[in-house]
């Protein structure tokens, strides 16, 4: 082949195309994918959990008691919250986007009853995903998520499914009920606390029980939960819980029975 010939510059023209394909393939693989932080095994144990109580102590804040939404406002523009409240329940009102408590907390105990419904379709992630932000610090945040999803015979990544805190610690085990039965969690939450330069000062823990059986143990957050990367902090003083409406086409789910103890 002469150079300068038109088979040499064909195959010239071949062979920038191919270096181009091949940074752009190298490129795409090493971009952060949502898999990078999906974890698979091992996969926490089924325990059948005993009846529970939740009824509010005195001296309990109550944030939905089963008759209205006072407490809660959008998420996004603080509107007053939109979602479905009837027959003592509030359902998740997926249109109208997250709600969360107009009041601000930093450690607490926290109560609160979810339903799947019986009707429930979907898998994975998009089978009752919803989710309870311990601290919900603003709409560009992800927030610090505890996982609300149907992990009822529902195989997803394990720090991903029900009671997981969402990416970085899957539940100790898996006390789910089956979908239309209503479940409890209950949380202890120590928020974190940060230096003057935003650095971090103390990280945030969360100790919860789903069911009545202990599923996080005094867990120590790396961050904010995110759905793609590494978790990180970024400091806040104290924040409102917040209520997830998740953008998946199952069936919405419903809460009620939700009241909260101050812990400062
Ligand atoms: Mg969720």
């Known amino acids: 082949m002469r150079t300068g010939s038109p ?11 191919a270096f181009i394909t091949a940074s752009l393939v190298a ?9 990078d932080t999906e974890v698979w ?11 529970t109580c939740g009824a509010p102590p005195s001296d309990a804040i109550i944030l939905f008691d089963g008759k209205n939404l006072d407490e809660w406002v959008s998420a996004q523009d603080h509107s007053p919250a939109q979602w479905i409240v009837h027959d003592g329940i509030v359902t998740v009102a997926k249109m109208a986007g997250n709600i969360e408590t107009r009041r601000k907390f930093k450690d607490y105990q926290l ?13 994975g992630q998009a089978r009752g995903n919803s989710g309870v932000f311990l601290a919900s ?16 015979n529902n195989t997803t990544y394990v720090n991903g499914q029900a009671a997981s805190i969402y990416k970085q610690s899957a539940p100790l085990v898996n006390p789910n009920r089956p979908p239309g039965e209503w479940q409890t969690y209950d949380v202890v939450w120590t928020a974190p606390t940060f230096h003057e330069d935003g650095s971090v000062k103390t990280p945030a823990y969360a100790t919860v029980f789903f069911n009545g059986v202990l599923v996080q ?15 990180f902090y970024k400091a806040f003083d104290s924040a409102p ?8 086409k199952s069936e ?12 400062n």
Do not use: C, M
């Open 111 to 123: 109560h609160l009853e979810f339903q799947i419904p019986a009707n429930i379709t979907g898998s």
């Open 241 to 248: 819980i917040k209520l997830q409406a998740h953008g998946d």
């Open 27 to 35: 490129q795409e693989q090493s971009k952060p994918k949502p898999e």
């Open 7 to 17: 088979r040499h510059l064909r195959f010239l023209a071949l062979l920038t195309l």
């Open 217 to 231: 143990n005094h867990f120590q957050l790396q961050g904010q939960t995110l759905y793609i990367g590494k978790p």
């Open 252 to 263: 919405p789910i419903s809460f009620r029975n939700i009241w909260v103890r101050e812990l």
């Open 41 to 51: 095994s091992p996969v926490p144990k089924i325990v059948t959990p005993g009846a």
């Open 137 to 152: 610090t603003g709409p560009g945040d992800d927030g610090y998520e505890l996982q609300v999803l149907d992990s009822y």
